[in-house]
């Protein structure tokens, strides 16, 4: 192979950028089909409220306006899946209430869907939102998961009992972690809210939903991460419409960072709608509706208790956490706050007893799911703030506390790994020598002399540690099975020669910003010791590419480069 097709580890151009900075890129919302409409939705203002009545005769009356559906004209439609199962710690099934693509009888935060109104143009649609006339009956609401189990907390839904969708535990016995901890010499103690996050990328949601007579095929247009993902959970669960049916296009994407993982009632809803019209359907969310209804993330309420012996090593810790799932379970939403997060409790530290016990909870707030790391910053971030506050309390460096705890280092062949209390098995790392270098580079024996200089005068200096394992590029369909995912995982790749020796690639992984075309063209260059502009990528169109499961988790390089 010449050097000049050694791609693997140079730095190139990337291939996708001229499009974009001339303002050639083609989103959603850019797209125009002939005969569209425009959706738009009368959402309600109330967190808990009993619908009354509907009146949409005056609506439906004024100019432009084709149809409005409500919930009663969607009511035997499913209603869209949580992808995966989380048991009580007693094996009973979680709680999974139907999340409906509008509401028909009582609404349950803020932001709910009770009547979608579709026009000729997108103002005609928003004007005749003031003519539908709902009768609401307000009732309590409770948004704070730990209040929400409390015995007379307002209930989210009447058949889940104490708004518990489920409770879960992960390592040791509570039995033996509280023994440990009742013989700790020190004992950290931290409450904490680890708010809720909205997200808010640049491109917000946009759909348009096609239906094509003459085939009986239906075409979705999404902005997502996972258009195959997106095809089966609507068409299996929410629809009852075989695959071949329906084309999902994930056209180009601004930016998702897992908000745009999840199949919403929004695509569904415009999909079944552009049959029912015999019309193609866009809406295109608003960024105050994108603040009410793209998924939330975080929303924990958390006390963690770390054991310490005497010279500072941990002997135990114990953590409680009430997660928010909000009123709907969103796709991967029960994962987060268990598999994604309580796994990585034991983080680079050889604590010998972990309890980790969490309870998923309804409450009168939109659906919360993965964003943004799902899981994992909170672990780490009970951990090191743990770490920190222990230092603080018992008069240790933090940096010195840390190199107390940590697991030595081991390659994964001589030392073959090394087990976790919390499920996983690490199979290599190095941990001390990586915070060794760290404060080799910072320079931080010399700035503590500097931080004690400064204090003299007044003036403050601080450092901050953060030491942490991550958990990225999930995938094998075994392992998540075994862990409540209702679907494989995997990954899809295949490499078409050209008879004129160009290279078609073809890729579930979907690009919305990391430079997909770009990387894969980088890997597949370098094998094939062809240039990369030979190299197209393809990806985001499920009659193109045969199957995939998308972008999420640090997932792309690692599994679909692999495959």
Not at 392 to 417: H, S, T
Not at 534 to 560: L, N, P, Q
Request: charged content about 20%; overall charge neutral; aromatic content about 8%.
């Amino acid at each position: 192979m010449s050097a000049t097709t050694a791609y693997i580890g140079k730095s190139v151009k990337r291939v996708e950028d001229k499009r974009f900075i001339t303002g050639k890129g083609k989103y959603t919302d850019d797209i125009i089909l002939p005969g569209m409409v425009h959706g738009t939705f009368v959402r309600s203002p109330h967190a808990n409220a009993n619908i009354k009545k509907i009146d949409i005769t005056k609506a439906k009356a004024m100019p432009g306006v084709v149809a409005i559906f409500t919930g009663a004209h969607v009511a035997a439609v499913n209603g869209v899946p949580c992808g995966w199962q989380v048991n009580f710690k007693n094996g009973a099934t979680m709680k999974d209430p139907k999340h409906p693509l509008l509401v028909a009888d009582r609404t349950k935060h803020v932001g709910d869907p009770v009547a979608f109104i579709i026009a000729n143009t997108r103002e005609q649609a928003k004007d005749a939102i003031e003519a539908v006339k709902v009768d609401y009956e307000k009732k309590g609401c409770v948004t704070n998961p730990a209040e929400a189990v409390k015995p007379g907390a307002p209930l989210v839904h009447d058949d889940v009992p104490n708004n518990i969708c489920f409770d879960w535990e992960l390592g040791n016995p509570k039995a033996e972690v509280d023994e440990a901890i009742s013989k700790s010499a020190h004992v950290t103690t931290l409450d904490f809210v680890n708010q809720r996050l909205v997200p808010n990328a640049i491109e917000p949601r946009s759909y348009i939903g096609s239906y094509d007579e003459t085939s009986d095929k239906y075409t979705l247009y999404t902005s997502t991460q996972n258009p195959h993902l997106i095809r089966l959970l609507m068409c299996a669960f929410v629809l009852g419409i075989p695959e071949h049916k329906v084309r999902v296009v994930g056209p180009d994407v601004g930016g998702g960072f897992g908000s745009k993982i999840f199949h919403y009632t929004e695509e569904a809803l415009v999909t079944w709608c552009s049959k029912q019209i015999g019309k193609p359907i866009k809406w295109t969310s608003e960024r105050a509706e994108s603040f009410l209804m793209d998924a939330h993330g975080r929303d924990h309420v958390t006390k963690a208790e770390m054991g310490f012996d005497k010279e500072g090593k941990i002997m135990a810790l114990r953590v409680k956490t009430f997660a928010n799932l909000g009123a709907y379970l969103s796709t991967f939403s029960t994962c987060v706050p268990t598999y994604l997060h309580g796994t990585l409790l034991q983080g680079l530290y050889t604590t010998p007893k972990i309890n980790v016990d969490v309870t998923g909870v309804f409450t009168h707030t939109n659906a919360v799911d993965a964003y943004r790391g799902a899981g994992r910053p909170e672990a780490t971030y009970i951990l090191e703030r743990l770490l920190d506050l222990g230092a603080l309390e018992m008069g240790m460096d933090p940096a010195e506390l840390r190199f107390k705890n940590f697991i030595p280092p081991f390659d994964g062949v001589k030392q073959p790994g090394y087990q976790t209390q919390v499920a996983l098995q690490y199979d290599s790392g190095n941990y001390e020598g990586v915070l060794k270098k760290g404060l080799e580079i910072f320079g931080y024996k010399d700035f503590r002399k500097q931080q004690k200089e400064a204090a003299k005068s007044g003036k403050l200096l601080g450092v901050g540690f953060s030491t942490y394992i991550e958990a990225c590029g999930i995938a094998p369909s075994a392992v998540v099975g075994s862990l409540g995912a209702r679907a494989g995982l995997y990954e899809v790749g295949q490499v078409r020669v050209q008879p004129t020796g160009k290279v078609s690639v073809f890729t579930g992984s979907h690009s919305h910003g990391q430079g997909h075309e770009t990387t894969f063209a980088q890997v597949v260059a370098d094998k094939l010791g062809i240039p990369m502009e030979d190299v197209d990528i393809i990806h985001g169109d499920s009659d193109t590419v045969a199957f995939g499961m998308g972008t999420y988790g640090s997932r792309s390089i690692a599994v679909g480069g692999s495959a």
